[in-house]
């Protein structure tokens, strides 16, 4: 049974591109969140989303920043016009149904800005 | 809003010493409890979780008892090796779905 998978493992990208992270849920899992680990800190809960439904980006910023879950394929965490402070690592995590239950982690996509 | 605070570290500590991590908690209602390990490189593992007051979760060695009455959350661990250092992370199951994190605590275990 495969984990949650991410990929690239490792971005690097210049200022002002875009930056793509995926994310592969277990099998079974239909529910899928997202966290950002800055340097030394926790993580940070940024979306939650079903698919083709995102249920709560309450820690999203506002701009430059998105996610999907399509019906079909990976869900996407993208952030566009990247900057320095977008570097951090990014993990996905997923559950087979919410509630606060136990997530399962990837590896994380550790990004670089340039 | 919700809320996790755990001791900061570094932590060091010799091989089979004992541990203990502190790590409280501010929330409404009854959360669900974790401790997460992370290893150098790697994502986020569960180690154990509790659900409800009074419950004890453990695995590999690890304990933790979820306290309301002093809204806590300890893990502990009686004698620790070289491969028990990591990153430990104490969270709370939001009502929301989200999971909140400490800061994480880093361990390292000296032979």
């Known amino acids: 049974n495969a984990g949650v998978m991410q990929n690239p493992r490792h971005l690097v990208r210049r200022r002002g591109q875009e930056a793509r992270l995926r994310c592969s849920p277990m099998k079974g899992h239909s529910h899928v969140y997202w966290y950002r680990q800055l340097p030394e800190e926790g993580l940070k809960f940024m979306v939650y989303l079903q698919k083709e439904n995102i249920i709560d980006e309450s820690g999203m910023p506002k701009e430059r920043f998105s996610a999907e879950f399509p019906k079909e394929g990976p869900s996407i965490l993208r952030i566009q016009q990247v900057v320095r402070g977008d570097s951090a690592a990014y993990f996905c995590?997923?559950?087979?149904?919410?509630?606060?239950?136990?997530?399962?982690f990837g590896d994380g996509t550790r990004l670089s800005i340039l | 809003g919700n809320s996790v605070t755990q001791m900061e570290g570094p932590v060091t500590l010799s091989e089979e010493a004992f541990l203990t991590i502190n790590c409280t908690y501010t929330a409404t209602g009854y959360p669900s409890l974790f401790w997460y390990v992370q290893y150098p490189g790697e994502g986020l593992q569960l180690l154990l979780k509790a659900t409800k007051a009074d419950d004890k979760g453990s695995n590999k060695g690890f304990e933790a008892t979820y306290r309301k009455e002093t809204t806590s959350f300890h893990l502990e661990k009686g004698s620790v090796q070289v491969s028990d250092s990591a990153v430990y992370f104490c969270?709370?199951?939001?009502?929301?779905?989200?999971?909140?994190f400490g800061k994480g605590t880093r361990l390292h275990i000296l032979p």
């Open positions: 969270a709370l199951g939001d009502r929301d779905d989200k999971i909140i």
């Open positions: 995590a997923s559950s087979p149904q919410g509630g606060a239950q136990p997530q399962h």
